[in-house]
């Protein structure tokens, strides 16, 4: 990760400082047809044969992509009013159930929620991608009924266009990179990093490495509440920080909508992990504008230099073991070696399509169909990443100290015993 | 070339597949057995091509079993594949593998048919052909 507040000359730039170029300087370029866009391996690849200040003074704007399996994404949707309305409390889109803790006909439609009669074949990933394909959907809703809406229950198809609004709004994507997963115990696991086999048998890893549009502004100088980007094959937006947003160990995330409508499959996929669950594979581009020195060495990052940890999914707890740290390249390569063994490594999100993903954002630019925005503000760069404690009672009780104590899993010193479920 | 071969009831406490490879010195990789009260059926992979495949096919037909030759165990949908490469680390066999340009494509020839590739893939591209 690139030093923060590097002195530039005899000043220390500030965060987000255009020294390089400007917004405005950038977008004009863009409206006359003459800016200067590479995606990020290529700009990689330009800066390792002809440094980087060269490069940095020649290129306006580096897109990067990714197409991953993200799990904290879905979407909001307005069905409209019957006749007679109803307001529901639950509803579901082809058996998958949408979340109604809203007004009469809005819905969050959540990717890793699965259906009840097809179960871990069909999530609200896969409603999402039927959506988009512009398949009918079956929604069966259920109401109390009340004075103002008097319809207790409701089925019917539709399609996506038969929907207000459909909007994606994803609460984590585009993780800034990710574990690696190893398996050390005897049997195969199943998890949300694929399938593991035992003792070590093969590695998954997930994230876009020198691709990945987080890691190329890791210093997040350019990246923020406003910025547009490439949204499941249309336009969307940043809308702030994701959940589990953690920067300083490299682990940051973003927010995301954008229009449903506009949209399209290829870039938003239902998928299912075997024995884990529902999730929605998105894709996702940001243009970073090479805006000052210190996000030009962010964007030169290639894969050898990015850095993730072998973690031991074998250990069912929330602090797995490190078993190596490797680098982008190394898991690219095919093969890594865990302890004294050779274990082959698979990659989780697609190279493919995140390539694809950069190269289209990169045409749309050169294009002149897109612009970049100046956030309004940008990802925090500090956060806590706190755990769950399990049996804490509620603030206020007398007795209160007995049970937090040194033990992060509830006093030994108590009469009560809790069973930490994972 | 795997085979998948069916015997009859009264060929199941026989010892066929045996002999036939202390006849042929053919190393036959048994990749599944199933006996049941009226059937046995095995999955082998028999290591030899051309005249010395049929001739060897010849010799269980000759012992009353059926042969049917497995071209592909699975195979992988072109149009659901979006190249993550979930299948290609846990295959046992490194029958699947990925290209330069990270697409991904399956050796037929090495699958052993464990099917595992089945449910590692995330978008249900892998099939049983």
């Not at chain 1, 000359?9 to 987000?16: A, D």
């Not at chain 1, 307001?87 to 979340?99: H, I, T």
């Not at chain 2, 009226?38 to 079993?65: H, N």
Request: glycine share 10%; aromatic share 8%.
């Amino acid at each position: 990760m690139p030093e923060l507040h590097k002195p530039v000359g005899t000043m220390i730039e500030e965060l987000g400082s255009e020294s390089l170029r400007t917004y405005e300087e950038i977008n004009e370029k863009i409206v006359r047809g003459d800016a200067v866009v590479l995606t990020a391996d290529e700009f990689v690849a330009h800066a390792a044969k002809n440094g980087l200040h060269a490069t940095a003074n020649e290129v306006d704007v580096v897109t990067t992509g990714t197409f991953g399996a993200m799990c904290s994404s879905g979407v909001f949707l307005n069905f409209g009013h019957s006749e007679p309305p109803i307001k529901m409390l639950r509803c579901w889109l082809n058996d998958v159930p949408a979340y109604k803790g809203l007004a009469a006909v809005d819905a969050y439609i959540g990717a890793a929620a699965m259906s009840e009669s097809r179960g871990f074949d069909y999530g609200g990933g896969h409603v999402i991608e039927d959506l988009v394909s512009g398949k009918e959907i079956a929604l069966r809703g259920e109401g109390y009924g009340t004075d103002c809406y008097p319809r207790k229950s409701i089925e019917t198809t539709l399609v996506l266009g038969d929907l207000n609004q459909a909007i994606l709004v994803n609460p984590r994507n585009a993780y800034q990179h990710y574990n690696a997963a190893t398996n050390s115990t005897d049997r195969i696991l199943y998890t949300y990093m694929g399938t593991l086999l035992p003792h070590f048998g093969n590695v998954t890893y997930s994230g876009a490495g020198q691709l990945s549009p987080l890691y190329k502004d890791s210093g997040f100088e350019t990246i923020g509440i406003g910025t547009k980007i490439f949204l499941g094959g249309g336009v969307g937006y940043v809308m702030g920080e994701g959940t589990q947003h953690s920067p300083q160990t490299q682990f940051g995330t973003i927010m995301v909508r954008g229009d449903l409508k506009n949209m399209n499959s290829r870039y938003l996929r239902g998928a299912s992990f075997h024995r884990y669950g529902t999730t929605l594979y998105v894709g996702l581009g940001i243009p970073i504008p090479i805006v000052n020195m210190r996000v030009a060495e962010s964007a030169a990052l290639k894969d050898e230099e990015i850095h993730t940890s072998v973690v031991d999914y074998g250990v069912p707890s929330r602090n797995r073991p490190a078993i190596r740290k490797v680098s982008y390249a190394d898991l690219k390569s095919g093969e890594i070696y865990i302890k004294d063994r050779k274990s082959r490594t698979s990659p989780l999100s697609s190279f493919k399509y995140a390539k694809e993903i950069a190269e289209t954002l990169k045409h749309w630019i050169q294009e002149r169909r897109f612009s970049l925005c100046r956030p309004t503000e940008l990802l925090p760069r500090q956060r806590e990443f706190k755990p769950l404690q399990v049996g804490r009672p509620p603030h206020g009780e007398d007795d209160a100290e007995q049970y937090f104590g040194n033990s992060s899993r509830g006093s030994s010193g108590s009469s009560r015993q809790y069973d930490d479920d994972y | 070339m795997k085979l998948r071969l069916l015997y009859p009831r009264d060929k199941v406490g026989e010892a066929v597949l045996s002999r036939i490879v202390l006849e042929t010195q053919i190393l036959v990789n048994i990749l599944e057995a199933k006996v049941t009260p009226t059937t046995g059926e095995m999955v082998v992979d028999v290591p030899v091509r051309g005249t010395q495949l049929e001739e060897t096919i010849a010799l269980f037909e000759k012992a009353r079993v059926d042969v049917k030759k497995i071209l592909a165990v699975v195979r992988i949908d072109t149009d659901r594949c979006i190249s993550c490469g979930a299948c290609v680390s846990p295959c046992p066999a490194q029958a699947i593998k990925q290209n330069v340009d990270w697409s991904v494509e399956l050796e037929e020839a090495k699958c052993i048919g464990c099917l595992v590739c089945v449910d590692a893939c995330p978008v249900r591209a892998i099939v049983p052909a």
